[in-house]
């Protein structure tokens, strides 16, 4: 039992579950969105969980390459990825909302799906840290 809680609490394991996690809550959303009977919320929430998921795997991709870096220069695709981030993310609400092909409201709702991964990730740790004590 001390081995597996070790195992599982430790912050690499568990920074590797966060896009599991997060892919979890955006199917979870989408297909309540769906089973509530609108499909253009669950393709808005699903647009939102899309664009909050690639920020969050291309600033890990950045922070990952930077603390790693061998070499005093980071590779210029990585700091191009950082740098587009956010104006990628707000042209794309910007599109919704000037648009209004999709409600804002879920769009909004589907960014905030790292979130709604790294709270999962937390009840876990928390779970297995009172098991450990």
């Given at each position: 039992m001390g081995a597996e809680t070790l195992q599982t609490a430790d912050p690499a394991r568990a920074e590797a579950r966060l896009p599991q996690w997060m892919a979890a809550v955006a199917l979870a959303g989408t297909l309540a969105a769906l089973l509530s009977g609108s499909?253009?919320?669950?393709?808005?929430?699903?647009?939102?969980?899309?664009?909050?998921?690639?920020?969050?795997?291309?600033l890990h991709q950045a922070v990952v390459k930077a603390l790693g870096?061998?070499?005093?220069?980071?590779?210029?695709?990585?700091?191009l990825?950082?740098?587009?981030?956010?104006?990628?993310?707000?042209?794309?609400?910007?599109?919704?909302?000037?648009?209004?092909?999709?409600p804002l409201g879920a769009v909004m709702a589907g960014l905030f799906v790292p979130v709604g991964?790294?709270?999962?990730?937390?009840?876990?740790?928390?779970?297995?840290?009172?098991?450990?004590?």
């Open positions: 499909a253009r919320v669950a393709a808005a929430f699903a647009l939102g969980a899309a664009l909050a998921i690639l920020n969050y795997r291309w870096a061998a070499e005093p220069r980071v590779p210029k695709r990585v700091v990825k950082f740098a587009a981030r956010y104006p990628l993310a707000f042209a794309g609400v910007y599109l919704v909302y000037r648009t209004g092909w999709l991964g790294v709270l999962v990730e937390a009840i876990i740790q928390v779970r297995y840290g009172l098991r450990a004590s």
